[in-house]
């Protein structure tokens, strides 16, 4: 089986771009679709990019997603950073055995 | 429009078997490459995937829970249940179920049931 690394925390200000990156231990991160989810407190997750680059209708275009083959991660691009962005993001994807692997999570502050 | 409620108990002793339901609406688990699907998550920690069960009544269990948990399906009442058993304090967790599309997105959730184990 294989593990998704994210960083930690990530912070950053208004108005600015971050990215949080997603990298797969094992196998190519290419294999299986990667999702992304926002997760403010006390709600459940909700889609912010699926299938490695889309963006479900009302998410908006600020949010992009980008899948790397050289460093075998995907990326979570946020630009022009809201302080409603402020959430934890989880990146997902599947093994070979269709069981689902979340990320371990990346808290961004935007201050 | 797709919705989905969890339930259960919010309290649970050690070593006991904890349930939980997940009734959903506006998709039918007898329609193919529909699955629903229980992740977890502990206070301030990470989600944590737990189960899966699709249209075709296959299932999927977490590699490390596996001996534990049992999910299953009554198509009829949109239903899916979620048994755990010899439940430790270690499981005390918000309990989510999810509706999965074939591409392994998990587009809509429920809202979450908080289950505390202690005696």
């Known amino acids: 089986n294989f593990m998704l690394t994210q960083p930690h925390s990530v912070s950053e200000s208004p108005g600015k771009t971050v990215s949080i990156s997603c990298t797969r231990s094992?196998?190519?991160?290419?294999?299986?679709?990667v999702q992304w989810y926002q997760q403010r407190p006390g709600s459940s997750p909700t889609t912010v990019i699926y299938?490695?680059?889309?963006?479900p209708s009302g998410v908006p275009d600020r949010f992009s997603g980008s899948i790397d083959s050289s460093s075998n991660s995907a990326s979570l691009t946020i630009s022009g950073l809201k302080t409603e962005d402020e959430a934890d993001y989880y990146c997902q994807s599947l093994d070979s055995n269709n069981h689902a692997l979340f990320g371990g999570g990346t808290q961004l502050t935007v201050l | 429009q797709v919705t989905l409620r969890e339930s259960g108990p919010a309290l649970v002793a050690p070593t006991q078997t904890l349930t939980l339901t997940c009734t959903f609406s506006?998709?039918?688990?007898?329609?193919?490459?529909?699955?629903v699907s229980w992740i977890r998550q502990p206070p301030g920690k990470a989600l944590e995937w737990l189960a899966l069960?699709?249209?075709?009544?296959?299932?999927y269990y977490s590699t490390s829970l596996k001996t534990r948990l049992t999910i299953s399906k009554d198509t009829s009442k949109n239903k899916v249940v979620l048994t755990m058993t010899n439940m430790d304090p270690v499981d005390t967790a918000t309990y989510y179920c999810?509706?999965?599309?074939?591409?392994?997105?998990?587009?809509?959730w429920g809202q979450g049931t908080q289950v505390t184990v202690s005696s």
């Open positions: 069960i699709d249209w075709d009544d296959d299932k």
């Open positions: 299938e490695d680059n889309k963006r």
């Open positions: 999810a509706h999965v599309t074939m591409g392994g997105h998990y587009d809509y």
């Open positions: 094992s196998g190519s991160i290419g294999s299986n679709y």
């Open positions: 506006g998709f039918s688990l007898s329609t193919s490459r529909m699955s």
